[in-house]
């Protein structure tokens, strides 16, 4: 795809998403896909104003595209706004998502998804900090699938003692951080 369609399809979207009649984003997310999986600089701005919309499928689609397509440092303020949205989003399954994205981005030791392991209220977004965390400890993806499933049958409990279990088994890193 070249600049000129680009930057039409972030015009387009950036019209769409202020319409208050728009359609879903599920209508609108093969554009943005198309400019995440680019690694499209001039959408940043976009999907990180995405983050602040009032409609939670757009904050998570804006969330997706930049954890997933897009590296960024620990220290941005990217990755500070997306630990807010765990910390933070009414949601459930917009805080599930910001798990996802900062496991996606590698860095280790994430402290706000250790928190959100602990603390926060719900079991969907208890099970994504979990998932996450096996993953960022570089447990093999088949335990990770196993545990996680352990976790949603309630046969096993999202907790850090459980992670520290699994990862001196099946992860590869080093230190793991007390609680």
């Known amino acids: 795809m070249d600049e000129i369609e680009m930057q039409r399809f972030l015009a387009e979207l950036y019209q769409d998403r202020a319409n208050p009649n728009a359609q879903s984003v599920d209508f609108y997310l093969s554009k943005m896909h198309v400019l995440a999986e680019n690694q499209y600089q001039p959408a940043i ?7 602040d919309d009032p409609r939670w499928d757009w904050r998570v689609d804006s969330l997706s595209a930049l954890g997933f397509h897009y590296t960024f440092p620990a220290n941005s303020p990217v990755i500070e706004r997306i630990r807010q949205l765990l910390r933070n989003d009414p ?29 926060d209220p719900s079991q969907l977004v208890r099970e994504s900090c979990f998932g996450a965390i096996l993953r960022l400890l570089g447990v093999p993806p088949v335990i990770q699938l196993e545990k996680s499933e352990e976790v949603k049958s309630k046969r096993l409990e999202p907790t850090w003692d459980e992670i520290q279990r699994i990862a001196s088994t099946y992860g590869d890193l080093p230190h793991l951080p007390s609680k």
């Open 91 to 119: 949601d459930d399954g917009v805080r599930s998502s910001a798990a996802w994205v900062l496991s996606a981005q590698k860095h280790w030791p994430e402290p706000t998804l250790l928190d959100a392991l602990q603390k």
């Open 45 to 51: 701005p976009f999907f990180l104003e995405g983050l």
